[in-house]
């Protein structure tokens, strides 16, 4: 078992799983304890007993167990969904706390479609490990050792005929099947692509057929891969047929094994004839057992590869840390940037060298120059996304390397360019600022952007759909920025949030940030938008 898949056992919770693994034993060994009382009852009804009395056991146990079965079902796979649902609450709430530090710095060259695929796909298989892989495997063992106990209290022979067999179905026929079947799928497939690309050489080169050979050389290869299919083909179809016959044939071997030896000892005398149909029977319900390994061995595969990806994740080292005693948030909110030096992974040049920069307390710093100059950058370094290769980024004096993640980010409001909405309630996006805002002061605060609509439509308490699609991507700057007026932070910092909007609506935001008592640090394309409030830093490249 990789290490990956031990991490993934160790979120299991143990109380539930082993419930779900004896009740799954139980379901099973109800099941051929049905089979077994069923072919006892037949067997003591043949032999026309004076009074149904004394049959009268062996029919409650048949009522027994029939009813048991079921009901043992029921109970089972509600344990166990309620296990499963449990794993992967504890998965993703393991993977997320994974992601959130790695992102966005560490996170630089993952794609989307993979990351997503990490957080769905392969949790939703690794949800499996149980109920696919680890239950069955663990019920095969648990209810096969009991099922071949209890044989051996009517024919030790038996038993240990049912235990060969079990062993032979439950593991050397999935096992070899497995091989078998991964060279034949390999065989299957090569053959199918050289078929293919034959076929695509021969329609492309109908014209040249014309003038050359007629295409004889050409069906000659096309026949051959042909060939090449079909005998791909037949060895799958074989290979099937194969563990087909053996999945039916070894319980039937187990059965006429019963027959044989139970047979020999009741025709000794030694055995009650009662027991005949009972141990032949419940031999063949014993079967049960390892039917779900072949399914779990096809599983594996599969969930060891999503353990290995999702575990991957863990391995990355966040760009960012918190340091090992952080110093206490300072009171003075001035950020200062000093020599400062930004080189993205894989980047030829730096994004920023030797930037120097000053946002003191309350003042309004607006930072300008040509796009993909690093404007975005210094705000990433400013909320610690990222530390400087060289020179320091400051807080009231202090390095924020000395500050915790949490502190540097109380700090600084950010407004990105884009702001991330989340698929709830408008109130809900807006308290991701300021959790504990009344609706009131959620109310003004969409006056100030100039959102007032919003309130009627989808409303404090409406939807804004899945990451804000209700809304056009201008609202959805503006929820952004009311989302940072209403954050307690001394600093904001705003990357182009006026970029939506038309001239006097843009004039009136940029003129209430002006007013503010808190620092701001603006990234514009248009700095001649601004008053003598703000001071503009240019930069360039
Ligand atoms: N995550 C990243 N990985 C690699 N390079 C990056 C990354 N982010 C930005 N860059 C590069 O760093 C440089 C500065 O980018 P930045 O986004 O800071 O510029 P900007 O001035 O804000 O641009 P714009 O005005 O277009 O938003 C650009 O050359 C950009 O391609």
Not at 63 to 74: I, K, S
Not at 119 to 148: K, M
Not at 232 to 253: K, W
Request: include cysteine; charge should be neutral.
């Amino acid at each position: 078992m990789t290490a990956p898949l031990l991490g993934v056992l160790r979120l299991v919770p143990r109380g539930r799983a082993a419930l779900g693994v004896v009740l799954g034993a139980l379901v099973i060994l109800c099941g051929a304890a049905l089979l077994a009382v069923s072919g006892a009852l037949i067997t003591g009804a043949a032999q026309r007993p004076e009074t149904l009395l004394v049959l009268l056991p062996l029919i409650t146990a048949v009522r027994l167990f029939g009813v048991a079965r079921p009901v043992l079902r029921y109970a089972e796979r509600l344990v166990t969904h309620d296990l499963t649902l449990r794993l992967v609450g504890r998965l993703r709430a393991g993977l997320l706390a994974t992601l959130v530090p790695l992102a966005p710095a560490a996170l630089t060259g993952a794609r989307g479609g993979d990351l997503l695929a990490r957080v769905r796909a392969d949790v939703d298989e690794l949800q499996g490990v149980v109920v696919r892989l680890v239950a069955p495997a663990v019920v095969a063992g648990l209810a096969g050792t009991v099922a071949v106990a209890l044989t051996a209290l009517v024919s030790p022979p038996l038993a240990g005929v049912l235990g060969v067999l079990l062993v032979v179905l439950g593991v050397v026929v999935p096992v070899a099947a497995r091989r078998a079947g991964r060279s034949g799928a390999t065989a299957a497939a090569a053959a199918d692509a050289s078929h293919g690309a034959d076929v695509l050489d021969l329609v492309r080169g109908l014209a040249d057929h014309a003038t050359g050979d007629g295409g004889a050389t050409a069906l000659r290869l096309l026949d051959a891969s042909l060939d090449d299919q079909a005998r791909a083909e037949r060895s799958e179809a074989r290979l099937t047929a194969v563990t087909t016959a053996l999945r039916e044939g070894v319980p039937a071997l187990g059965l006429l094994a019963a027959l044989w030896l139970v047979g020999r000892d009741v025709a000794a005398g030694t055995t009650a004839p009662l027991l005949l149909a009972a141990a032949a029977l419940g031999v063949l319900g014993a079967f049960e057992a390892v039917g779900g390994l072949g399914a779990a061995y096809a599983a594996a595969d599969g969930v060891r590869a999503a353990a290995g990806r999702v575990a991957e994740l863990g391995a990355r080292r966040p760009a960012v840390t918190d340091p090992p005693s952080p110093r206490s948030r300072p009171d003075d909110p001035a950020l200062r940037f000093r020599a400062v030096t930004l080189t993205y992974l894989g980047a030829g040049t730096a994004a920023l060298g030797g930037l120097d920069l000053d946002v003191g307390a309350g003042e309004k710093v607006a930072l300008t120059g040509p796009s993909g100059v690093g404007k975005s950058s210094v705000l990433a370094l400013a909320l610690r996304a990222r530390d400087p290769d060289v020179g320091t980024v400051t807080l009231g004096g202090v390095d924020l390397r000395e500050l915790s993640l949490a502190e540097v980010r109380a700090a600084s409001a950010w407004v990105p360019q884009a702001p991330t909405l989340l698929g709830s309630s408008l109130a809900a996006n807006l308290r991701l600022g300021r959790p504990d805002a009344t609706d009131a002061e959620l109310v003004e605060v969409l006056h100030t952007v100039g959102l007032d609509a919003l309130l009627d439509a989808p409303g404090l308490d409406g939807w804004v759909g899945e990451g804000g699609s209700r809304l056009s991507a201008g609202e959805r700057a503006r929820v952004g920025l009311a989302r940072a007026l209403l954050a307690p932070a001394p600093v904001l910092l705003l990357d182009e949030p006026t970029a939506h909007l038309d001239g006097p609506l843009a004039a009136r935001l940029l003129d209430h940030l002006a007013g503010l008592d808190r620092g701001v640090l603006l990234v514009t394309h248009r700095p001649d938008a601004l008053d003598g409030r703000w001071r503009t830093v240019s930069l360039t490249a």
